[in-house]
């Protein structure tokens, strides 16, 4: 199982976005729909074995997480208005403490990184990492941040990860999961 | 300079599908609007060494090609949307044999991949190619496929060509692109 974690740091915490402009109404939500769907799909397939976590900052707050769980999720499709709207249902549904299901695959609950931390054990995805190709070893969990740096609270929570980069060139977060989704593919059939 | 050439088997050739449902409306425009941006995007910039040319085969007919040209395009933001704008205003214009300008960096013409094989040399990217990383040289043009696999018309076009693959598994047709612009950069920038 390997799982993605992008923070948004400007992804609305509600629903109260229009699916016909993520990028301004939503907060960059249009980041988080390619990042849930580089995650997940494979041509005609889903990565049943792959997670993606939304980590949503931009209020009302307080931050929510949406889980996108591979093995579960139906009627998810690849352009960005599918995801869009799987993520505003899931926000527009009470959400507590715990992740609550919005649709088959898809829980909300309120919470962001700190709660994440709590739980998991993090290999950070930024240009200051090692070359993923050299790693010997990879965490279960991704972290990455959309189109913005990680705060320096966020930086102070994850200075003890390890980093990871996956090239010389700064590319969008999506494009990054890409690419490790890539190299775990080869490393998993004996392509490296 | 690279180039990714992206065969839209279904796409249409008119202006004459909504942005609120590019894969339906559109006949899976979606998939060419992601494409044009995993050939160009950078983070926070563009790749001004790289082209990416759309050919819509969905009619009505003539098919259309569209070329968005990393060096000189203006306007364009990473969501699907906003390059299917783009696409939907250079469909508008009428189109002839040589290309035209839409907009800055973008510009349509008719005909297909019958045209485009009469001007350049091309590498196909499908899973039965060589391993990518393990390749020696490159062409300057890579040929791919939206959902569907090339029509036998295709096959017989390209047959000649050298065939590349990114992975052991079969992935969307953008995620393809972004891998391969992973492989040049690092080779560009001694990360090989």
Not at 20 to 45: E, K, Q, T, Y
Request: glycine share 8%; with cysteine.
């Amino acid at each position: 199982m390997t799982s993605f974690v992008v923070i948004g740091h400007l992804a609305r915490t509600d629903g109260a976005f229009t699916l016909n402009d993520l990028p301004g109404s939503g907060g960059r939500m249009d980041i988080l729909c390619r990042c849930v769907n580089a995650s997940l799909f494979l041509s005609h397939d889903l990565r049943r074995d792959a997670d993606c976590y939304l980590v949503l900052c931009g209020g009302p707050p307080p931050p929510k997480t949406i889980r996108f769980s591979g093995n579960e999720v139906r009627s998810l499709s690849p352009d960005e208005r599918s995801a869009g709207a799987l993520i505003k249902k899931a926000l527009e549904i009470p959400a507590g403490s715990k992740f609550r299901d919005a649709a088959p695959g898809i829980s909300v609950r309120k919470g962001g990184l700190e709660q994440l931390l709590n739980e998991y054990t993090f290999g950070v995805l930024d240009e200051k990492g090692i070359d993923i190709r050299k790693a010997e070893v990879f965490p279960d969990v991704f972290l990455l941040s959309d189109h913005l740096n990680f705060t320096d609270n966020e930086e102070l929570q994850v200075k003890q990860c390890p980093r990871y980069s996956v090239g010389p060139v700064c590319i969008h977060a999506d494009q990054t999961i890409t690419i490790v989704q890539n190299e775990l593919d080869r490393r998993r059939c004996g392509w490296v």
